[in-house]
């Protein structure tokens, strides 16, 4: 009876997504189909699989895999999603999961931005361009062997989250690219990101606003702008970046490796608590660099010093 019970209660069921429309020749777009394979997954109490087999799918349209859901879900992806080249219909997100606790991504397959015609020099205003894959509000997460080529824009971006395992992941985009940072973390706590081959046009690994408790080991980043830290400082809405470890790494043909940013006649803001242990850097400009006139314009007030503290010691309560 026992046993019974466990069972009723952690049944798995796979929704394989070519049950639900989807078709493996990069030319219909099946957006809706996932869609539909993960609102049935979702509303499923067990642990349901989305299976996307190998193959190669055109994901036409922003595509938003939403909960909360009703088990733990598993997004298995084995084959290749295609984004458009087009940016028609689109705004920041090519691909999303949000609102969730408990998720697996993985399967060994790959996203595939084509981005390279949305890579256009855009310093200081951006137009607004998708990533790969956003989580936002993900609790309790795995994020494993899945493979993204060529975002039109930042990678994997993490928003709101918690305790997630970015492991075994390859990110790849040509050292030219504009903006494409590998992966990007705000308002995030207990992230660990491990084994990972991170190349790309800016920085491999970025940490904005309260990016707080990030473990971060054995990752291989080149090209790139390296690991950083920041900007802070240039709004009143910030938090800090505290607690985060970044060890045993290797860096190859960056223009820096780890980097703290703040701007400068900034507001008060602080960074503590962080820790660079065993990196390795080949071919590097800049290993470590704290700069705080961050200024990648070139036209930045710069007449008061930046607020922005980098601190070691115990972490003090936030005074604001
Ligand atoms: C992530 O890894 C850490 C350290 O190995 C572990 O403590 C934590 O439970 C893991 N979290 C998930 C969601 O797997
Ligand atoms: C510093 O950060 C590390 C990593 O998040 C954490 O384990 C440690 O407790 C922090 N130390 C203090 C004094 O907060």
Redesign the pocket.
Known sequence: MVFLLAWVVRADKVFNVRAFGAVANNKADCSKAFLNAWKEACAWNGISTVLVPKGTYLVGKPTEFIGPCKGFMNFRLEGVLKAPTSLSGFADTWLKFGYLDGLMVNGGGTLDGQGRSAWQPCTPKCKILPANLRFDFVK???VEQIHSVDSKNIHINLYGCQ???LSSLTIVAPGDSINTDGIHTGDSTFI?IEHSKIGTGDDCISFSTGSKNIYVTDIICGPGHGISIGSLGATHDEDSVTGLIIKDSTFFGTDNGVRIKTWASSVDNFVQNITFLHLSMNNVRNPIIIDQEYCPAKNCDNKSPSRVQIKDGPLLPRLR
Request: hydrophobic share 30%; charged share 15%; aromatic share 14%.
């Open positions: 309790n997460a795995k305790n997630m395992n660990y």
